[in-house]
């Protein structure tokens, strides 16, 4: 009996270690907070990556297909069940996640006998301010990080994340625009893909662009826009490379 | 997969499960008095769908407000007009606000036309129970958009309280004024010049102002346009691109304009 919790720490850290490889290589996931709106970014198979989830919520991801269904289904049901029986205003990211998502996450991945969620998320909300943005970063084990704006990063490794997001931050300060902004996550996108660095030694803004060009040839960009100010109570838009001008 | 499992897409399936449903009907020994709406009415214009109401709810002989919105944007294709009682139209409207987003964001695709129109004839069903009572009675007018056309053709559907529904060829009106309403759009269609079904957007929204104005002259119930008081209509038009407001500015300078 005296080995059994020794036993259960060893399981959930196997379970860790068994997670980590199995999202080894999955393509990337980023989130930016814009003057007019946040912008989703993610490189798959169409309708994979990047999704909307509700009136002012959207949520883009990696990890096994199946699984981001599983999570994206449960907070869609969860934010309509919600508006419908309180008001679409009362839908709050916070609550989704801290009182939905998130113990369910970690109930799975703690639960040794039952199956992990493979999945590494972002979700953001609109504000009716950039300061009122939130981007959070849901992990499959349920731990979660709040932001008000800025930039987000989803990939499968927690160091080449934080660097992409704080070189990300960096690229992005004072830009506004949809066009550069989306040209900016996607060359964070291949560096983190082609395991470049993002300190010293980064590759030059035209090897980026190239490569990002070259890696996504016969690949999806989703992209998703969740406008700040819009006629409907439905932000959320899809938009191609071409759409923004790339 | 079990039986129970709710449909997938269907949010009054997902309520259910989780014991939310809409609303209950319950037999009732009297009926209170009733605030209702009227009139609202949809035709085709050169441009897509015209629908309109006027902004009067009314229980028995007293004007309950001159304020209400009874042609309500279902979705980014699709329009709702209510005549009837609005306690209970307000909630078919906000259930399929919310099921029709449900659908489109769940399954990752838009509900189609027919399902759309369906969805409304099941909630006038639902409540066969209110309706046979005499209270809580709903004629609804719903617009969407026909995708098996290309470019997308705006359609206007009909339903009578009991949840039949019928498509309208040129127009259609429900509520106290509709009679008004048919009879000129009827006269309109046959010898006027534009038919309706020729007007551009200006010409449309001042013949539905008009059409409002002389429907209240005739019913007490419908609260008609009143450019003195800045009263105007709730005017929304369904394009092949989706749905747009008339806002009561752009209402005020059409109505202005000369022939």
Redesign the interface.
């Known amino acids: 009996m005296t080995e059994e919790p020794y036993r259960w720490l060893e399981a959930v850290a196997n379970r860790r270690e068994y997670v980590r490889d199995q999202l080894k290589g999955g393509s990337p996931a980023l989130a930016a907070s814009l003057s007019d709106g946040i912008l989703l970014l993610g490189v798959g198979g169409g309708q994979s990556k990047v999704f909307e989830l509700f009136d002012r919520h959207a949520l883009a991801g990696l990890g096994h297909p199946a699984d981001i269904e599983k999570i994206r289904q449960a907070a869609i049901d969860a934010a309509h069940t919600e508006a419908f029986t309180r008001a679409p205003e009362d839908v709050s990211l916070r609550r989704l996640v801290g009182f939905g998502l998130s113990p369910q996450l970690k109930t799975n991945f703690e639960q040794i006998f039952t199956a992990p969620f493979l999945v590494e998320l972002l979700l953001v909300e609109i504000g009716a301010e950039v300061e009122k943005d939130l981007l959070l970063r849901l992990h499959f084990d349920g731990a979660f990080q709040f932001q008000s704006g800025g930039v987000m990063v989803a990939a499968s490794l927690p160091e080449p994340e934080t660097a992409a997001k704080e070189w990300l931050a960096r690229a992005l300060a004072q830009k506004t625009g949809r066009r550069e902004a989306v040209d900016l996550l996607l060359q964070a996108w291949w560096c983190l893909t082609e395991n470049k660095p993002f300190g010293e030694g980064i590759p030059g803004e035209a090897d980026r662009q190239a490569g990002w060009r070259a890696a996504t040839q016969g690949r999806v960009v989703e992209i998703g826009w969740l406008a700040r100010k819009s006629p409907r109570p439905a932000r959320y838009e899809t938009l191609t490379l071409a759409q923004i001008g790339l | 997969m079990s039986s129970e499992a709710p449909m997938a897409g269907d ?1 009054l399936s ?2 259910a499960g ?1 014991k ?1 449903p ?1 609303w209950r009907a319950e037999p009732s020994a009297s009926a209170p008095v009733q605030t209702q709406a009227t009139t609202v009415f949809a035709f085709h214009f050169g441009e897509g769908v015209l629908m309109a109401g006027d902004r009067r709810a009314t229980a028995g002989n007293v004007i309950v407000t001159d304020r209400v919105d009874k042609v309500i ?1 279902i ?2 294709t699709s329009l709702l007009a209510i005549a009837g009682v609005p306690a209970t139209a307000f909630e078919m409207a ?2 399929l606000q ?1 099921s029709f ?2 659908y489109r ?2 399954q ?1 695709q838009p509900l189609s036309l027919p399902a759309k129109v369906r969805a409304l004839a099941r909630l006038l069903r639902e409540n066969l129970p209110m309706t046979m009572q005499g209270i809580g009675v709903v004629a609804p007018l719903f617009a969407g958009l026909d995708h098996s056309f290309s470019p997308p053709k705006p359609q206007i559907y009909f339903y009578d309280p009991l949840g039949a529904q019928f498509q309208a060829v040129d127009y259609v009106a429900s509520g106290s004024g509709s009679g008004t309403i048919r009879s000129i759009l009827s006269f309109q269609e046959q010898y006027g010049n534009p038919r309706p079904s020729q007007m551009n957007l200006a010409q449309a929204v001042k013949f539905a102002l008009r059409l409002l104005m002389v429907a209240s002259e005739f019913d007490s119930a419908t609260g008609g346009v009143n450019p003195a008081t800045e009263t105007y209509a709730t005017i929304r038009v369904l394009r092949s691109t989706g749905v747009e ?1 008339v806002t009561d500015e752009q209402q005020s300078k059409f109505l202005n304009l000369k022939p």
Request: glycine share 0%; charged share 35%; proline share 6%.
């Open positions: 949010f997902l309520l989780r939310l809409p944007e979705d980014a906000r259930v919310t987003e449900y964001r769940s990752l407001a």
